[in-house]
Every structure is written in C-alpha cells, then in structure tokens.
C-alpha cells in the first residue's frame, strides 16, 4: 500500500478505491461512494451488481480487499461490525425469533452494556415511533411482514445510529404496504436526521424515498445523483433503461446541421444538440411522457403494435427490432387510437438522449 | 376430514403392537417382579437398595459417569456441528463418513483399542513419559476418566447430529444483525447462536445421558468388576446372584432415571421452541 490518505472530514460517508473478489471473481473494484451527512440515498441495480456487497462493506458484515471506509471523520475500514455504530435492517429483517418484540429492540442497549431495567423507556419510545406499542411482548413469529418490518427498524433506531443501512427493506411486503411504509420510514429519517442508505432494484421506490440515487452495474456506480437529473439526463444507455422506460432506437450519425447534428434511424431523422461526428453509431432515446402525437420537431413514424389503457395514462407501444422501441404515454384514458393504426410520434430536440457508442 | 386423519394413524399399529409385546409386555411383567414377595405387594426391595450405601455408590457413581460422558461429548461435539455447518462437498463428507463410520465398528473392537491406548506401556502413557510429564507410567486403565473418555467418544455422534441439523438452520444473519447491534462476539454467542441452538444441545444431551447411564459393555471393557455401575449391577443380579427381584428393581429405578430425562428433556425442547 503506497501512504495515500482518504480526504477526511469532508464527507460524512466516504467509501474510498475500495475492491472486493470471491474466490478469485473479482465483483467490485475502485468503488467511490460518497454520502453527505443527513442525507437519505439509494443503491439502486439489477440483481448481482453488488449493492449488498457496497452495505456489508460499508456496516463491517464484510473485510474490503482494498480501500477504505470513513465514518464522519474516522477511519472504519479496520473497525468490526460491533465497533461502528452502524445499524442494518436486513431484506427480512433477521429478528431475533427467540426474543420478544421488546426484546428484540432492546437488544442493541443490552449489547452496549445497559442494564435490563433502564432499556424499558428507550424501547416504549421506539415502538410507539413505529406505533407497534401494543405488540411489546408479543413473539416475532406472530407479527405481519409490515409488523416485524416496523419492528426491525425500531430495533435500528433506538440505538442512535451514526448510519442506518437498509438491504431492500420493502421487498417482502406486498405493493399497497411497501408505498405506506416508504412514506412512513421517510418522514421518520428525515424528521430525525438520519443518514440512511437504502438497497433496492425498484426504481420508483429510489426515487419516492431518496434524495440521491447511485445507479449500480456490474460493481460500478454508472451516475450517482438527485432522482430528476437521473430520469432527465441519464448519464449512459444503461441508466436511461434501469430507471424508467423509454423509447430507443439505433441510430447512426450524418453530421451537423447548423447547431444540430441529425441522425438517421429505420423510422425517420431524428436531431439532437449533442455533437456525434458523423458515421458514428449511437443510440437515441426520449422519455415516453415527453412523446405526443403529431407535435414536436423530431418526428418518426410507426405501427401501434399494442395501445394499453391504464386508467391515469394510456401508453402507445411502437417499433420493433432487438434494441428498437418507441413509448408513448398519455395522461389520462385515450380512444380512438388501436393496434395496427400507424402515427407519427414527435418531441422536442432538446428532450433527445443521445449516447454515442464505441465500436 | 376426520375419517382421513384416523386411516392415517392406523399405519401407526403395527409399530405400536410390536413395542407393545416387544418392550412393553417384558417390562411390566419386570417392575412386576421388583414388588411382588411371598407376602404380597410391597416396595421392600426399593427400600433395601436405596439403604445400601454399596447400592447407593454405584448409584451416584452411574448418574456422574453419564453426566461427565454427556459434559465431555457436549464440548467436542458443539464446537464439531459448526465446523461441519461450514465444510462444503467432499469435506462435509468426510465428516460424516468419520462420524457414522466408527458406529459400524462396535463397542468390543473399540474398547480393546482403547486399552491399547490407555494401558501402562500404551501410547498415551509412553508420550507422556517421553515427553518429561510424568516418571512412571499413570494409571489409566480400570479407572473412571478412561471410562468417560471412552464413552463419550462412542456417544459423540449422538450428541453431534442433532446439534449440527440445529446449527445448519441457524439463520447466518441473526449472528450478523447481532454485531451491527453493537453486540461483541461474547454477546453474540451468548444471547443469539446458544439460545438458538439449545434445542440441538437438549436433545443431544437427552441421547448421550440415556445411553451412558445404561451403558454395560464399555464399562465391563474398560473398568471392569472393581467399579460397577447400575447396568453391571443389573446383569450380575440375574446371572450370578439369580435374585430376580433385586435385578428387576435397579432395572426399575434405571427405567425411572431415563424416563425423567425423557420427559425432562422433551418439556424442555418445547418450551424452547415455544419461544421461537
Ligand atoms: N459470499 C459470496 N460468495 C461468492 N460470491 C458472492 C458472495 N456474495 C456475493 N457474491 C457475488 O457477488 C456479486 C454481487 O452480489 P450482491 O449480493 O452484492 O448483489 P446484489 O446487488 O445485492 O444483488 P441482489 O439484488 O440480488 O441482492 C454477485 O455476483 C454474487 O454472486
Ligand atoms: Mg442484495
């Protein structure tokens, strides 16, 4: 190890050129993940691209290979999970199921050294936090998976953590439930001031709960910001695809035009402000609500191959091909439109996402 | 639904009758023995053998040496059931083969070995001596730490498997959740992996402790006559004493002991589980 030092101090989470293989497989390499005090982020990305490797890393469940953690100023990379004051709720929730609720969130003072008799205040106070008071002495076997989700965050909380970590807190709760408690464990970071990372593969629910997104793939963060610049401006084809669908379509470049430069795909000429020297292939793509019939300066042609009315947006299915695809949606209940009907889509030139791709 | 759940237990009849006629038919007419005299119904015979200081020796000496083989099998074995939990493929085989391949062996062929083992110019007592330990060869044979050694080796499996298929349910995250609890690896094994794991640990004791304290030919191979035990005892009133009474009541107060760790044991594994 050369004597290089982690800039401490200036970001409350500092994750810092940290590698992690298995068995030889390297799964991570030169991660860099930074997280500013208060704030509520998410790991957001497919299955196997390493979000909960990043967590384990980062709560001490898991030695680095190399790099560094730092907590508000301390290094932690050595420390055991014990050591660091950074509580994990588990995907579910790893309850005590030999304990009490009670007990199951008193745990964390009794291993700190409190005495049994003090925990009762504390422990009242989590609980009524996540209003599960009533439930003080019951078994966890006889909870709900909303209950024992309540249960594993108060058990969380009420040790005052430095950094709360979630592994995909809301995936075994059904969808009505999931968006209440997304709501609920919200407003209670926020009102609280916790600095929580959240690990999940559903893109609504990063941005419903987050202030920042890391978009994860393959052991690499492809773009780390606010969730409108992540759906607005996706940093690669890749990002533009995991959070939210939108239309794509292959293109190759023809060069400029004045200020734009104009590229031809197997529905029309689409032009863009982003400069492709001409030749080069690239991939087009719009946001699907962005698309409106007949409006805008960028306009393709196609078949409706299926037009699905979903109540507060009807969305028009077009294209065809491995990578092709136009999407658009419209508010509200639309008719007189049908599969099989052919329309000119449109939209505006400074809504293209345009990814130029190396070949 | 009813007339199912009863067809389904008629399968249960045949194993039924055949412990009925088999174990349970000899048995009675056994505690029978212990409490029938000449004069009728009476418990005399109990009294005679709990006022005998002998009896009452070999008593006490029986429940220690199964205590001690339960404590020493229960140290090797818990430690043993996480190691296996953690080998994979042809290691966890290996375990297993070692675990079950010595019971194919028999108790004869493995005391002998022992003896090999313990006695005066044995391997044990020459490496000790080589070493510098002791001057003269130690005692080990006939005595009572052989006799645990030796049965808590015989007894490990009984005490290892139900510990380990215990230990491979053991959810890997709690353990985890624990530590970013602030929980240290003390408190950790303490309040989360041993109540967890209890279960296994009760029921392997509840083995161990049956089969060790009626145990006959490991302590006629490794003893011997000198320090009898209640199984001895047993076999020595009906072949060479031929008093039927006094065999069938130490038998009955052996049957007693193992059916206070029967039920002691099973109260306690549900409660156990009740928790969980
Ligand atoms: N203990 C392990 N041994 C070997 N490989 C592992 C281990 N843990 C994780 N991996 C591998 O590391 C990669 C990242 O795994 P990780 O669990 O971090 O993914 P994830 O993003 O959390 O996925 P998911 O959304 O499915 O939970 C995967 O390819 C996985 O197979
Ligand atoms: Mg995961």
Redesign the interface.
Known sequence: MTAEKAPAGRHYLDVWGVAKSFKGTRVMSDMNFRVERGELVSLLGPSGCGKSTLLRII???LDADEGSVVLDGRDITRQ?????????V?Q?Y?????LTVAENVA??L???GMAKGATGAPVADALALVRMTEFADR?I?ALSGGQQQRVAVA??LV?GPDLL?LDEPFSALDRKLRETMQVELKSLLLDRGITAIFVTHDQEEAMGVSDRIAVMNAGRIEQFADPSTLYSRPASPFVMDFVGLSTRLEAVSKGRDGDLTVFDTAYGKVRAQENIPAGTRALVGVRPELVKPGEGENRIATTLADVMVLGSKTVLHGGAGEVDRILCELPGIRSGMARGDKVELGWAVGDTLVYGMAS | MTSRIDRISLLAVPGLAYLAVIYALPLLILLAKSIRTPDGISFAEYAAFFSDDYNMGVLLRTLRVAALTTLLALLIAYPTAFAMNRAKGPMLTVFLVAMVLPMSLGVVVKAFAWSILFRANGFINTSLQWIGLTEKPVRMLFTETALVIGAANVFLPFMVLPIYAVVRQLDQRLPEAAASLGATPFFRFFHVTLPLTLPGVVAGSAFTFSMAISMYVIPSLIVGERQQTLSMLIARSFLYLRNEALGSTISAVLLAIAIIVVVFSSWLARRLEARQ
């Open positions: 709560a001490g469940l055991p999970a014990h050591k660091r004051n950074i509580s994990v588990f579910n790893a309850l005590f199921p030999h745990f964390g009794r291993a700190r078994p076997a058990r969380a040790v970590l």
